[in-house]
Antibody
Framework: EVQLVESGGGLVQPGRSLRLSCAAS????????MHWVRQFPGKGLEWVSG????????AYADSVKGRFTISRDNAKNSLYLQMDSLRDEDTASYYC??????????????WGQGTTVTVSS | DIQMTQSPSSLSASVGDRVTISCRAS??????LNWYQQKPGKAPKLLIS???NLQSGVPSRFSGSGSGTDFTLTISTLQPEDFATYYC?????????FGQGTKVEIK
């Protein structure tokens, strides 16, 4: 069964850091690009960041550029999102999602269940 | 960034109804348009890719059409399990942008 499981969310103070992880199983992880997408409380979806199969191509939304870092460890079938200098407006559910291609096609055919990040003092 | 605008934002419909959701892009995106379904408390699920390609396991009552800037998701005969929020998403450029969603509610 193809599965993505996120972890690492929680309550954090503004300005602090948090690292999200996503464990993949059921498919050949290093064949596909991966992404993080967030959903604000009660609202819509925002793409956050994406990384190609070999980490050779990485992109970020302007809203997180310079603060968030995406990475992957293909040996561990894992995707990560290092979130620094967190702001109140980063409060959201964060989803890990699989691209249908190795480069960034942005068609997200498998999603994790999400992990919630709350930024508050 | 490309802006994606869905209409309506919400709709009420009955089981058996035909439902149409529109999505408009702020610039031409050919057929680089995906549709997702999200149920409360769940992750989004890819329904349709490249405007009209139904994903494996998605019922044939779902269909998509359009090109350029105007796209449509149609549910031919609404079923109880179809009550959800639907999002369009362009994958023409970086960053990929989502529409604001259309919530399909029970009348």
């Amino acid at each position: 069964e193809v599965q993505l499981v996120e972890s690492g969310g929680g309550l954090v103070q503004p300005g602090r850091s948090l690292r999200l992880s996503c464990a993949a199983s059921g498919f050949i992880f290093d064949d596909y690009a991966m992404h993080w997408v967030r959903q604000f409380p009660g609202k819509g979806l925002e793409w956050v960041s994406g990384i190609s199969w070999n980490s050779g191509s990485i992109a970020y939304a302007d809203s997180v550029k310079g603060r968030f870092t995406i990475s992957r460890d293909n040996a561990k079938n894992s995707l990560y999102l290092q979130m620094d200098s967190l702001r109140d407006e980063d409060t959201a559910s964060y989803y890990c999602a699989k691209d249908r291609e190795g480069g960034r096609d942005y068609t997200l055919d498998v999603w994790g269940q999400g992990t919630t990040v709350t930024v508050s003092s | 960034d490309i802006q994606m605008t869905q209409s309506p934002s919400s709709l009420s419909a009955s089981v058996g109804d035909r439902v149409t959701i529109s999505c408009r892009a702020s610039q031409r995106i050919a057929t680089y348009l995906n549709w997702y379904q999200q149920k409360p408390g769940k992750a989004p699920k890819l329904l349709i890719s490249a405007t009209s390609n139904l994903q494996s396991g998605v019922p044939s009552r779902f269909s998509g059409s359009g090109s350029g800037t105007d796209f449509t998701l149609t549910i031919s005969t609404l079923q109880p399990e179809d009550f959800a929020t639907y999002y369009c998403q362009e994958n023409y450029s970086t960053p990929p942008m989502f529409g604001q969603g259309t919530k399909v509610e029970i009348k």
